[in-house]
């Protein structure tokens, strides 16, 4: 495989990794591909593909971690965790897709379940990567309560590829709910739909995730524990705002369908956008002065989605904002602040063997 006219290189072992990051004065990491934008690279930069570099190097269930290598499939992942009744709480997107691991925490992403439990940042225990020197490092444990290094590896989230090469990764899971339900609740127009996102997201119920469709105006929220408990936890809910239980069938492939953004414009410009409760109803209007886009809010209120049809021109947006697939800038929105990120860099990646923070490609 080849990289304009460049050799692609694709180790199958750490100390491999370690050896290609060495083999070239410019390196950029690649996964598989399911968010092409975060991979396009300059032409001096060889791609190192994670490809080969797949496996769960260790899984302890009773200690409620495990360790992958860097280009293990999410879908693999979720598929052992599920045997032993277990879950990665943040739900990762792109699973059946094919999204690996280390693309997944190289580009940030998190799914529904950020609402309640928080995002990768709050999983991750450790990590291993290859330095801008070729050197293979570890950073962090494989415990939950470490304490020497334990914030370290949450610089790596959503670092696209600037401060090193993913080897492995650890992380600590999260017992499987006994039962779910989803409910649709109907909304109405954006100004409605903040309101409901507001209330929701502030009452007692600890919802498991929170999402909201502006097409539609509707407000999908998802509840998780002991079916008991649940059913009188629906009653609740639609007995303050109209709606229904979505039957179980439904609400799987719901949640499946939102993992892999179906929502959103196949072959079209995907952004994601952080945002506040308070902006929403700004965002939506950005989304409606769009012809033929379409928005979709995420973690309560706190992450916007905006896809555009495939030659639809993306204007600029007023909140910070990646593009994760598609032809508009990496950052089409309010740049992103360097200031600590810089003191990282210039430790793991003093001769810039890696992309430059504010370059215009990255790892996924």
């Known amino acids: 495989m080849t990289n304009n006219g460049k050799p692609m290189l694709s180790p199958s072992t750490p100390a491999e990794l370690a050896e290609a990051v060495r083999s070239a004065p410019r390196v950029i990491a690649i996964g598989a591909g399911t968010k092409p934008r975060l991979a396009r690279v300059a032409d001096e930069f060889v791609r190192v593909s994670t490809e080969?570099?797949?496996?769960?190097?260790?899984?302890?269930?009773?200690?409620?971690?495990?360790?992958?290598l860097a280009g293990t499939p999410l879908r693999d992942i979720v598929a052992?965790?599920?045997?032993?009744?277990?879950?990665?709480?943040?739900?990762?997107?792109?699973?059946?897709?094919?999204?690996?691991?280390?693309?997944?925490?190289?580009?940030?992403?998190?799914?529904?379940?950020?609402?309640?439990?928080?995002?990768?940042?709050?999983?991750?225990?450790?990590?291993?990567?290859?330095?801008?020197?070729?050197?293979?490092?570890?950073?962090?444990?494989?415990?939950?309560?470490?304490?020497?290094?334990?914030?370290?590896?949450?610089?790596?989230?959503?670092?696209?590829?600037?401060?090193?090469?993913?080897?492995?990764?650890?992380?600590?899971?999260?017992?499987?709910?006994?039962?779910?339900?989803?409910?649709?609740?109907?909304?109405?127009?954006?100004?409605?739909?903040?309101?409901?996102?507001?209330?929701?997201?502030?009452?007692?119920?600890?919802?498991?995730?929170?999402?909201?469709?502006?097409?539609?105006?509707?407000?999908y929220t998802r509840l998780a524990g002991p079916a008991a408990a649940l059913d009188a936890l629906a009653s609740e809910i639609l007995s303050r705002w109209p709606g229904a239980v979505l039957p179980a069938g439904e609400a799987e492939n719901f949640w499946r369908g939102l993992a892999g953004f179906g929502w959103a414009h196949a072959g079209g410009t995907l952004v994601k956008v952080a945002l506040t409760p308070a902006q929403v109803e700004?965002?939506?209007?950005?989304?409606?002065?769009?012809?033929?886009?379409r928005g979709w809010i995420g973690a309560g209120g706190n992450a916007g989605y905006l896809s555009l049809p495939a030659g639809a021109a993306l204007p600029a947006l007023a909140w910070p904002a990646v593009t994760l697939r598609g032809e508009a800038p990496l950052w089409p929105g309010t740049p992103p602040r360097f200031d600590v990120m810089r003191a990282v860099k210039a430790a793991l990646d003093p001769q810039s063997r890696f992309p430059q923070l504010d370059d215009d490609v990255g790892q996924v």
């Open 52 to 68: 080969r570099l797949r496996g769960i190097v260790e899984y302890e269930p009773s200690e409620f971690t495990f360790t992958a």
């Open 80 to 219: 052992a965790l599920a045997e032993r009744g277990q879950y990665l709480p943040f739900d990762p997107p792109w699973a059946e897709a094919g999204a690996t691991i280390g693309g997944t925490v190289a580009a940030g992403l998190n799914g529904a379940g950020r609402f309640r439990f928080g995002g990768q940042r709050d999983f991750i225990l450790g990590v291993r990567f290859v330095d801008g020197g070729g050197r293979l490092l570890r950073l962090g444990g494989k415990v939950v309560k470490n304490a020497a290094g334990f914030d370290l590896p949450k610089f790596f989230v959503g670092s696209l590829g600037r401060f090193g090469v993913l080897a492995e990764m650890t992380f600590k899971v999260f017992p499987r709910p006994a039962a779910a339900r989803t409910l649709r609740i109907a909304a109405g127009d954006v100004a409605a739909t903040v309101r409901v996102l507001t209330e929701a997201a502030s009452a007692r119920w600890e919802l498991d995730a929170l999402e909201a469709g502006l097409a539609e105006g509707a407000i």
């Open 282 to 293: 700004a965002f939506a209007a950005v989304v409606r002065g769009i012809a033929g886009a």
